[in-house]
C-alpha cells in the first residue's frame, strides 16, 4: 500500500491532482466541522487533513507504515495500522474519515467492516473516492486498454481499483449503514495543464445541473444505525400533576353498632 500511496502522493502535485484536493478539502470541512463526540480518526493520505475543522478532543491519523509519504512529517497522533484490524476496541470512535482509503486498500469490504465495527452506535463514516463512471475514469480505461496494446499513459495514479459510487452505497447499506450525505465534483474533462482546466472552468457550475453523477470525485457520509436502539433524550418534561387528593369514603351501619372508614 506504501508504493500506491507515494503514487497518488505525486499525482496530487499535478494540476489536476490539486484540483482534485481543493475539492475534497472543501467537502471534508464542511461535513466534519458539526460532527460531535470525543474520538476521530482519519486512515492514510495525509495531504487531506480531513479532521482539521473538527473539535473531538482525541484525533488520530492512521498510516500503514512510519514513512508511509516521503517528504511529510508523521503528526504526533499519526499511528501505524492494519486497516484491517484497527487497534480500536469495538464502539469506541465517533468518527471516521477514509479520503481515497478504501481504492488504496486490498479488501477495500474488510476495511469498511472493519471501521463499522469500531464506529459508535450513530457514528459517521466520511468518505472521498474516484469515480470510474466519469470524464477521467473513461481516459484511465482507455489509457489501460492502449498499455496492453503496448502504448499510453495513465492520467490517473494506477494505485488500486476505483470503487463505484452505487457500489459503495450498496456495501454501507449491507452494513447497517445511512447516507445522510453524498455530492458529485469535478466536472471539469481529464487535461494535464492548468490552463486547460481554467478553461473548463464553467463544467463545475454546469455538471450538478446538466449530468450530477459524472463528477470525476464523489463524496459521501454515512451514519451508523443499530437496529432496535432508540436515542433518548434529556426528560425536560416533569411529571404530571395528581389530579387532587383522595378523600376517605366513610360507611356507617346501623344496628350493628359499627362504624368503617
Request: glycine share 10%; net charge neutral; aromatic share 10%.
Amino acid at each position: 500500500m506504501s508504493d500506491q500511496i507515494i503514487g497518488l502522493h505525486d499525482w496530487f502535485q499535478t494540476p489536476a491532482g490539486q484540483y482534485l484536493l481543493r475539492w475534497e478539502d472543501a467537502q471534508l470541512e464542511s461535513a466534519v466541522a458539526d460532527i460531535f463526540g470525543y474520538h476521530a480518526l482519519q486512515l492514510g493520505v495525509p495531504q487531506l487533513h480531513g479532521l482539521r475543522a473538527n473539535r473531538m478532543p482525541h484525533q488520530w491519523l492512521g498510516m500503514p507504515s512510519p514513512e508511509a509519504v516521503p517528504g511529510i512529517a508523521a503528526p504526533s497522533t499519526a499511528l501505524v495500522a492494519d486497516y484491517a484490524a484497527l487497534p480500536f476496541s469495538a464502539c469506541s470512535l465517533d468518527l471516521v474519515v477514509l479520503p481515497h482509503t478504501l481504492e488504496l486498500s486490498a479488501d477495500p469490504h474488510t476495511t469498511l467492516r472493519e471501521v463499522e465495527r469500531v464506529l459508535v452506535p450513530e457514528g459517521r463514516v466520511v468518505i472521498c473516492g474516484l469515480n470510474p463512471v466519469s470524464l477521467w475514469g473513461l481516459r484511465q480505461r482507455r489509457a489501460h486498454a492502449l498499455r496492453r496494446l503496448g502504448g499510453g499513459a495513465l492520467f490517473l495514479p494506477d494505485c488500486g481499483e476505483f470503487i463505484g459510487y452505487w457500489r459503495l452505497r450498496d456495501w454501507l447499506r449491507l452494513l447497517g449503514f445511512e447516507v445522510e450525505v453524498a455530492c458529485f465534483g469535478c466536472y471539469r474533462p481529464a487535461v494535464g495543464s492548468q490552463a486547460w482546466l481554467d478553461r473548463w472552468a464553467w463544467m463545475d457550475s454546469a455538471g450538478p445541473r446538466w449530468w450530477p453523477i459524472m463528477g470525476a470525485a464523489y463524496f459521501l457520509v454515512a451514519v451508523k444505525r443499530v437496529r432496535g436502539m432508540r436515542v433518548l433524550g434529556p426528560a425536560w418534561k416533569t411529571a404530571p400533576a395528581g389530579a387532587g387528593a383522595t378523600v376517605p369514603a366513610v360507611q356507617r351501619r346501623h344496628g350493628a353498632g359499627l362504624t368503617q372508614e
